[in-house]
């Protein structure tokens, strides 16, 4: 039996909903394809969009109600210098896209149209910075370009491009990955670096810029310590208020991660085993931010997370385009769980990526558009944006040494209470005892439930089935006295709602 205590909120601490948050790149058919239809005219004159945007993705976007887009990488931002994105487009130099595909950039896609994109979803930009290859002042000059009200010739510049008000893009990375593909280098050479940057990324009006610094590669605790060291300021406005984290799920090495749909149960719990290694990386740093900062000023920002599989046969290798079944599902419905129950330091958070790529939400094919089992988790989850986080202690039945289930819980402004769960069972059913401390359910509350489940483990939609895997009532609750009790069937997840 699992038991699970829902205990009385802890003050106001916030799941912030910009832990649902996006990351789209420059990278196979996420912009190209995925949102943008700009630059090809004749799929412009067969999809619907708005300005070379498609129309389906925005509105499938919205329901979600996606709250931030981090862009325009991902490795791309280090090799991407935004000047070359502005501008009429016949006009924009052409690049390569070293990192995927070795295609070629044309650049059609840059600051006005991801700032138009962001516009059309009502989310905030997060705008990722070149650190690598760039320069102090040109982030600096992109700052001004995006936020400066009066005249200056960024300022001057936008205008002349047809923008009159700034953005005022809140969110700005300072490089991605630079102890990699971000220009290979030590935290102590970054964290230095990071100071030179961030004092020249500046604020302007009443906008104050949330500067997030690149964080550790998985579980490098070395670089979260030199970062907090050397580039976290207690109350400094001007220095580190995000540290990055990047972590995949991966099953497997490298070379043997599998099929994204092909697989087999054995697999699918090394899947979940690799889900769960979020927690202790989340656990693990933030003890270290801890130690700098107690209050929690700054915020840990997962901005790269989600599954990584082999890509689809038949597609482009740097493309990384990969189907998406209920085992991402599952992988999802944990991943927020973490992140809601870790709700005091992550801030943010963004699955990578979008569309077409990795861990994708929407997948497109030409005129067609289809939502994966991840964006059903993401609909139903997002009951949970700035919520007030309740704490959740679970104690859990185990498959293959791997905790069956996993929780969160929270209230929304309406008083309403939301609680989350997964069952990564492939097998059997697992009965959930649920105790409310500091609540009393009254025999008249109204409890209802949804849930993303579905026959086999490999169910996934596709542009012939795209309703094979979806969300649904969930009718498993009752109430006995003050004990809930639910009955999750085994691969799903579910959220349940008390009125
Ligand atoms: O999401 C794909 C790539 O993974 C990103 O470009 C990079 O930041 C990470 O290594």
């Given at each position: 039996?699992?038991?699970?205590?829902?205990?009385?909120?802890?003050?106001?601490?916030?799941?912030?909903?910009?832990?649902?948050?996006?990351?789209?790149?420059?990278?196979?058919?996420?912009?190209?394809?995925?949102?943008?239809?700009?630059?090809?005219?004749?799929?412009?004159?067969?999809?619907?969009?708005?300005?070379?945007?498609?129309?389906?993705?925005?509105?499938?976007?919205?329901?979600?109600?996606?709250?931030?887009?981090?862009?325009?990488?991902?490795?791309?931002?280090?090799?991407?210098h935004w000047r070359d994105g502005i501008g009429p487009r016949e006009e924009r130099p052409r690049m390569v896209n070293t990192h995927w595909g070795g295609v070629t950039e044309d650049n059609s896609f840059g600051t006005h149209e991801f700032l138009d994109l962001c516009e059309q979803?009502?989310?905030?930009?997060?705008?990722?910075?070149?650190?690598?290859?760039?320069?102090?002042?040109?982030?600096?000059?992109?700052?001004?370009?995006?936020?400066?009200?009066?005249?200056?010739?960024?300022a001057d510049l936008r205008r002349k491009n047809g923008r009159s008000e700034p953005w005022n893009v809140r969110y700005w990375g300072i490089g991605n990955e630079n102890w990699g593909c971000g220009g290979n280098m030590t935290a102590e050479f970054y964290a230095d670096n990071f100071?030179?940057?961030?004092?020249?990324?500046?604020?302007?009006?009443?906008?104050?810029?949330?500067?997030?610094?690149?964080?550790?590669?998985?579980?490098?605790?070395?670089?979260?310590?030199?970062?907090?060291?050397?580039?976290?300021?207690?109350?400094?406005?001007?220095?580190?208020?995000?540290?990055?984290?990047?972590?995949?799920?991966?099953?497997?090495?490298?070379?043997?991660?599998?099929?994204?749909?092909?697989?087999?149960?054995?697999?699918?719990?090394?899947?979940?085993?690799?889900?769960?290694?979020?927690?202790?990386?989340?656990?693990?740093?933030?003890?270290?931010?801890?130690?700098?900062?107690?209050?929690?000023?700054?915020?840990?920002?997962?901005?790269?997370?989600?599954?990584?599989?082999?890509?689809?046969?038949?597609?482009?290798?740097?493309?990384?385009?990969?189907?998406?079944?209920?085992?991402?599902?599952?992988?999802?419905?944990?991943?927020?769980?973490?992140?809601?129950?870790?709700?005091?330091?992550?801030?943010?958070?963004?699955?990578?990526?979008?569309?077409?790529?990795?861990?994708?939400?929407?997948?497109?094919?030409?005129?067609?558009?289809?939502?994966?089992?991840?964006?059903?988790?993401?609909?139903?989850?997002?009951?949970?944006?700035?919520?007030?986080?309740?704490?959740v202690s679970v104690d859990s039945e185990t498959v293959n040494g791997i905790p069956s289930v996993s929780s969160s819980a929270s209230m929304d402004k309406d008083g309403k209470i939301h609680i989350s769960l997964t069952n990564i069972d492939t097998e059997r059913e697992q009965p959930?005892?649920?105790?409310?401390?500091?609540?009393?359910?009254?025999?008249?509350?109204?409890?209802?439930?949804?849930?993303?489940?579905?026959?086999?483990?490999?169910?996934?939609?596709?542009?012939?089935?795209?309703?094979?895997?979806?969300?649904?009532?969930?009718?498993?609750?009752?109430?006995?006295?003050?004990?809930?009790?639910?009955?999750?069937?085994?691969?799903?997840?579910?959220?349940?709602?008390?009125?």
């Amino acid at each position: 039996m699992n038991r699970i205590v829902v205990k009385e909120r802890d003050g106001d601490v916030k799941i912030s909903r910009h832990i649902y948050g996006h990351f789209s790149e420059h990278l196979g058919r996420c912009i190209y394809g995925g949102y943008w239809v700009g630059n090809d005219p004749e799929a412009a004159a067969s999809i619907p969009n708005t300005r070379g945007i498609r129309n389906d993705v925005t509105a499938a976007l919205r329901r979600i109600k996606i709250p931030n887009l981090r862009w325009p990488g991902g490795c791309f931002a280090d090799e991407y210098h935004w000047r070359d994105g502005i501008g009429p487009r016949e006009e924009r130099p052409r690049m390569v896209n070293t990192h995927w595909g070795g295609v070629t950039e044309d650049n059609s896609f840059g600051t006005h149209e991801f700032l138009d994109l962001c516009e059309q979803l009502g989310c905030e930009p997060y705008i990722c910075g070149n650190v690598g290859s760039g320069t102090v002042q040109e982030l600096s000059q992109w700052v001004e370009y995006c936020n400066f009200d009066g005249v200056s010739p960024m300022a001057d510049l936008r205008r002349k491009n047809g923008r009159s008000e700034p953005w005022n893009v809140r969110y700005w990375g300072i490089g991605n990955e630079n102890w990699g593909c971000g220009g290979n280098m030590t935290a102590e050479f970054y964290a230095d670096n990071f100071r030179r940057y961030a004092v020249y990324a500046r604020n302007y009006g009443k906008s104050s810029l949330y500067k997030i610094a690149c964080g550790p590669n998985s579980a490098d605790y070395h670089w979260t310590k030199v970062l907090m060291e050397k580039a976290y300021v207690k109350n400094s406005g001007g220095m580190l208020q995000g540290l990055s984290l990047h972590y995949y799920t991966i099953p497997g090495e490298w070379t043997k991660k599998g099929s994204a749909v092909e697989f087999d149960e054995k697999k699918w719990f090394e899947t979940m085993e690799k889900a769960y290694v979020m927690d202790e990386l989340v656990h693990k740093h933030g003890a270290i931010m801890d130690e700098y900062d107690p209050g929690k000023e700054a915020g840990l920002v997962v901005d790269e997370w989600g599954t990584w599989f082999d890509v689809e046969k038949g597609t482009n290798p740097g493309f990384l385009y990969q189907q998406n079944t209920l085992r991402d599902a599952l992988v999802a419905g944990i991943h927020f769980n973490i992140f809601n129950n870790y709700a005091e330091r992550i801030r943010m958070a963004n699955i990578a990526q979008t569309i077409n790529v990795l861990q994708s939400v929407i997948l497109t094919e030409g005129t067609k558009m289809i939502c994966t089992p991840t964006y059903h988790v993401f609909d139903m989850y997002k009951v949970h944006h700035d919520a007030v986080k309740l704490p959740v202690s679970v104690d859990s039945e185990t498959v293959n040494g791997i905790p069956s289930v996993s929780s969160s819980a929270s209230m929304d402004k309406d008083g309403k209470i939301h609680i989350s769960l997964t069952n990564i069972d492939t097998e059997r059913e697992q009965p959930v005892k649920i105790e409310l401390h500091g609540y009393i359910l009254s025999p008249s509350i109204q409890v209802r439930g949804k849930i993303v489940t579905a026959e086999h483990i490999q169910d996934h939609n596709t542009f012939a089935r795209e309703d094979n895997v979806a969300l649904k009532e969930f009718t498993g609750i009752s109430l006995s006295g003050q004990i809930l009790n639910a009955v999750l069937p085994a691969k799903s997840v579910v959220t349940l709602e008390l009125a």
